[in-house]
Each structure stands twice: as structure tokens, then as C-alpha cells.
T-cell receptor, first 113, second 114 residues
Framework: GDSVTQMEGPVTLSEEAFLTINCTYTATGYPSLFWYVQYPGEGLQLLLKATKADDKGSNKGFEATYRKETTSFHLEKGSVQVSDSAVYFCALSERQAGTALIFGKGTTLSVSS | DVKVTQSSRYLVKRTGEKVFLECVQDMDHENMFWYRQDPGLGLRLIYFSYDVKMKEKGDIPEGYSVSREKKERFSLILESASTNQTSMYLC?????????????FGPGTRLTVT
């Protein structure tokens, strides 16, 4: 079945460091791909998404490119801030009605000043 | 903006109690979902519903049931709560008529069963 694998955390960075969180997927079709973020004590919120190969999703300085050839959707940010400390989830969705998103296990990011 | 609300942020129940977790969305979404979130395990799908009175089991339905009598409301029921059901419960909804439709999440209910 479909699955999402993301790098184990926690990831600990200093402010202004470069961030990469790896995400790879297995899917039978042509899924849409998502990154969600969960700040402490809150639910998940969409950070960015891409619906087809070579699409780049971007938001709040974060970017991820849908790479079909490597089945990857790595999250990057050039300069992290303390306020980026959160749990990040990679997810995929097959293009059919009545299906739930499939999530990776999440990567905890901790940014110190 | 889509809003998904959950009836409680924190809940403490005793073993054996029947527990109801309520979720309401205000954007006329067809699909609704219940997940539980545990450290190291990520989000695991318990049940989902793609229409009123319709439901499908997710990955971990044992010990849970659901009810969807109205489109905007999706309830998760723990028939007899047990300590291994202590967890964060997240509700989500989704429109699902276009590729890339995202899921919108509620703030979560942290349930403790003692």
C-alpha cells in the first residue's frame, strides 16, 4: 500500500541555519503531496502542497519540490527561526474520492537562538 | 476559512466509561476523519466518513465506533474506555472534489483514561 517515510527526529538547529527534512513516498498512482506543521498544543495546519511532478510548493519561506523520479518531497528553508520549532508531517493523497491522507510519522524541529 | 472544532481540548475519563468526542466542520465538506496521535507513531486513522451515515474503518478501529447523522458532525465513541486509549485525538475534514484538496484539522482533544 501507499506509504510515506520521513527522516527521524528530533532535528536541532541554531537560528538562521539551513533546514532540510527528507520525505519519500510509495504510491501506486500519481498522488498529491503535502507538508503539514503542528505547533505545540495545536492541531495540524497545511504548510504547503504540490499536485503534480515538478511542482514546487512554498509558504512562509519553506519550499518543497515534487520529484517523481526519486519519489521525494523534501522540505527546505534557508534560514530557520525559533518560531519554526514544531512537528512537521509529510503526507500524500491518492486522487480518488473517499480516501484519507497518509502521513509520515513526523519530524520534530527545535530551533534555538 | 474552514473551521473544524472539537468539543473538548482536554478530557479525563475513567476506565470502562463510554466516551464521546464530537467534531463539527462548517464548510460543507463531504469527508471527515478521526485520527489518534501518539509519540513515535505519528497519525493513525481510526475511522472516516465520506457521506452522511457512511463510515469506513481506518487502520486502528478496534475499541472505537463512529456516528455521522449530519453532514457537519462526526462523532467518535469509545464504548468502554481503556488506559491504552489515552492519546491525542484529531478530527479532520476534506472537500475531495479536486486533486490536492487538503484536510483541515481541529485543535485536538487530549484524552486521559485513568
Amino acid at each position: 500500500g501507499d506509504s510515506v517515510t520521513q527522516m527521524e527526529g528530533p532535528v536541532t538547529l541554531s537560528e538562521e541555519a539551513f533546514l532540510t527534512i527528507n520525505c519519500t513516498y510509495t504510491a501506486t498512482g500519481y498522488p498529491s503531496l503535502f507538508w503539514y506543521v503542528q505547533y505545540p498544543g495545536e492541531g495540524l495546519q497545511l504548510l504547503l502542497k504540490a499536485t503534480k511532478a515538478d511542482d514546487k510548493g512554498s509558504n512562509k519561506g519553506f519550499e518543497a519540490t515534487y520529484r517523481k523520479e526519486t519519489t521525494s518531497f523534501h522540505l527546505e528553508k534557508g534560514s530557520v527561526q525559533v518560531s519554526d520549532s514544531a512537528v512537521y508531517f509529510c503526507a500524500l493523497s491518492e486522487r480518488q474520492a473517499g480516501t484519507a491522507l497518509i502521513f509520515g510519522k513526523g519530524t520534530t524541529l527545535s530551533v534555538s537562538s | 476559512d474552514v473551521k473544524v472544532t472539537q468539543s473538548s481540548r482536554y478530557l479525563v475519563k475513567r476506565t470502562g466509561e463510554k466516551v464521546f468526542l464530537e467534531c463539527v466542520q462548517d464548510m460543507d465538506h463531504e469527508n471527515m476523519f478521526w485520527y489518534r496521535q501518539d509519540p513515535g507513531l505519528g497519525l493513525r486513522l481510526i475511522y472516516f466518513s465520506y457521506d452522511v451515515k457512511m463510515k469506513e474503518k481506518g487502520d486502528i478501529p478496534e475499541g472505537y465506533s463512529v456516528s455521522r447523522e449530519k453532514k457537519e458532525r462526526f462523532s467518535l465513541i469509545l464504548e468502554s474506555a481503556s488506559t491504552n486509549q489515552t492519546s491525542m485525538y484529531l478530527c479532520a475534514s476534506r472537500k475531495i472534489d479536486r486533486p490536492g484538496d487538503e484536510q483541515y484539522f481541529g485543535p485536538g482533544t487530549r484524552l486521559t483514561v485513568t
